[in-house]
């Protein structure tokens, strides 16, 4: 049977991967607005249109004009950072904060993606694969971390449980 540092370094790995894989569809995004240049997408051009929206740059608030993609490809590449840091933790303290941190980035990432995704289909009226991959990138990776939260607390309540039957 696996250790629990195993199982917990596996997780810790297909979170990293899954960063990663953001990281490069975030990256293609920002790299093609920033060029000027098409992303390959389906024959009726929704990647283009999407590009082309209102919706596709945001004013921070002394940064005006910047590209969703660029918040993306530096969301994900955080939460690749935040993974390896957790590949590198020593104290079950510290790793606790850096899952706290890499679900609430997840959680905002995930449920901004899905607005995102609403904007395209209701008002933009355009289909954008790149953007849509992006979306279940991030949802994989919420989802992700919320089953390894659930199974650590249900695996302690039954450490709990036994203590308190032959405490």
């Known amino acids: 049977m696996p250790s629990a540092a195993s ?7 297909i979170e990293a991967a899954l ?7 975030a990256g293609t995004l920002w790299w ?7 992303v390959p997408c389906s024959a009726n051009g929704g990647c ?5 929206s209102a919706w596709s740059h945001v004013d921070l608030i002394v940064f005006h004009h910047v590209p969703v993609a660029l918040l993306g490809l530096l969301g994900y590449l955080a939460l690749l950072t935040l993974a390896m840091l957790r590949l590198g933790s020593e104290s079950d303290e510290g790793d606790r904060r850096l899952h706290r941190l890499i679900w609430l980035l997840a959680a905002g990432g995930a449920a901004y993606s899905w ?6 289909h209701a008002k933009i ?12 990138v991030m949802t994989a990776l919420f989802l992700i971390t919320t089953w390894e939260w659930w199974t650590a607390r249900r695996k302690t309540q039954k450490i709990q449980r036994r203590l308190e039957r032959h405490g």
């Open 125 to 136: 009226g355009a289909f954008c694969i790149w953007c849509r991959s992006s979306a279940f």
């Open 115 to 120: 607005y995102l995704q609403w904007i395209a």
């Open 32 to 38: 093609a607005d920033r060029t000027h240049q098409d």
């Open 19 to 25: 960063s990663f894989a953001g990281a490069g569809i």
């Open 7 to 13: 199982i917990r370094q596996t997780w810790v790995v």
């Open 48 to 52: 283009e249109i999407v590009a082309a």
